[in-house]
C-alpha cells in the first residue's frame, strides 16, 4: 500500500533536518511544497533530486484529487511546508482527510517545530499549554481568543507576523493585565535567535519603535491558579486544637490564619466561637 508522508523540515538552521526525513524526500517520486522556491533551498543543500509540485492554499482542493490518484497507483507522496511540521498553521489539512478518506495510510515524519522549540526553551512554569496558531486579525474571533489566553491556566502559544507583534502585545496586555508573563522566540534556530522573558507591559515597551524581523512565537503564561477556599470546618478543628493545647485565642486566630491563608479577622470569629468569649 502506498503511503502519504507528512515530513517535518528546519525551522531555520538547515542542518536539522532529520536522516528519516531526508531518506524519505529522496526516495518518493514526488514531494508537495507549500512553496517549491523555498523548499528547493532545502534541497540543494542535501542533493535531493526529487520533483517539486506546490500545494497551497488556493490549490489544496484540486491537489488532493491527484494525491488519491497517485497513491491509488502505488505511488507515495510526501508533503513538506515552508518550515516545520505541515499543518500546524499550514495547508495540507485537506490532502490527509483526502488521503483518509480513500484508505491510504499517513506516515508522520516528526522533527523541527517552532511552537516545541519555543516551549521548551521558555522557561515558562507548567508541561502543558494550548497552540492558538495565528490569531484572527479583527473581529469577535480575535476578542474570544484574547479572552480565552487571559482565562487559561496552560501557557498559550501564538504565531505572528513582525509587522503585527506590537498590537498582539497591546491586546494581551489589556486582555491579561501588564504583569503576566510572556516570551517571545524570533527567528528560531537561525543565527539572530533572540528570546524576550518578560511581562507584556515589559515587552510592549521594549519592542515599541523597533522594528521586529524574522518569524514570531508568542508564549504568554497561564494565569496563576486561585487557591481553593479553605474549610471552615477544618480551620475550625485548628483553632479548637490550639486552645486545647493552652493557646490563648488570638494567638491560635494568628498561627491558622497564617497555615490557611485566610484573614486573621476570619480566623479570630472561629476562635471566639470556640472559646464563647471575647478573647484577649
Known amino acids: 500500500m502506498a503511503s502519504f508522508y507528512i515530513v517535518s523540515t ?3 538552521h538547515l542542518d536539522d533536518l532529520t536522516h528519516r526525513a531526508e531518506a524519505v524526500l529522496r526516495a518518493v517520486p ?3 511544497a507549500e512553496d517549491t522556491r523555498h523548499t528547493k533551498i532545502l534541497f540543494r543543500k542535501y542533493g535531493i533530486e526529487t520533483p517539486l509540485l506546490s500545494a497551497h492554499a488556493h490549490n489544496e482542493q484540486a491537489r488532493a484529487r491527484e494525491v488519491v490518484r497517485w497513491l491509488d497507483a ?6 513538506v511546508s515552508d518550515a ?15 488521503v483518509l478518506e480513500a484508505g491510504h495510510m499517513i506516515v508522520p515524519v516528526p522533527g523541527a517545530s517552532a511552537l516545541l522549540a519555543g516551549f521548551v526553551a521558555a522557561g515558562l512554569p507548567g508541561s502543558s ?9 479583527t473581529g469577535s474571533g480575535r476578542a474570544e481568543l484574547l479572552q480565552e489566553v487571559a482565562a487559561s491556566r496552560r501557557t498559550s502559544i501564538l504565531y505572528e507576523s513582525p509587522n503585527r507583534l506590537a498590537r498582539l502585545l497591546a491586546d494581551l496586555e489589556s486582555a491579561c493585565g501588564g ?27 521594549y519592542y515599541a519603535g523597533t ?7 508568542v508564549l504568554v503564561a497561564g494565569v496563576a491558579a486561585r487557591p481553593a477556599a479553605p474549610d471552615p470546618d477544618d480551620a475550625a478543628r485548628r483553632v479548637r486544637a490550639l486552645i486545647e ?36
Open 129 to 137: 499549554f494550548t497552540f492558538h496558531g495565528f490569531a484572527p486579525r
Open 10 to 12: 528546519p525551522i531555520g
Open 74 to 79: 502505488g505511488d507515495d507522496v510526501a508533503l
Open 245 to 280: 493545647k493552652g493557646e490563648k485565642p488570638s494567638t491560635a486566630a494568628r498561627l491558622v490564619a497564617r497555615q490557611l491563608g485566610i484573614s486573621r479577622r476570619e480566623a479570630y470569629r472561629l476562635a471566639l466561637g470556640e472559646t464563647g468569649r471575647e478573647g484577649e
Open 211 to 217: 522594528r521586529v524581523r524574522g518569524e514570531v512565537v
Open 84 to 98: 516545520g511540521t505541515p499543518l500546524l498553521s499550514d495547508p495540507g489539512e485537506r490532502l490527509v482527510r483526502a
Open 30 to 32: 514526488r514531494v508537495l
Open 179 to 205: 504583569e503576566r508573563p510572556v516570551v517571545v522566540g524570533r527567528e528560531l534556530t537561525k543565527l539572530h535567535e533572540t528570546f524576550f522573558r518578560g511581562t507584556l507591559r515589559e515587552a510592549i515597551i
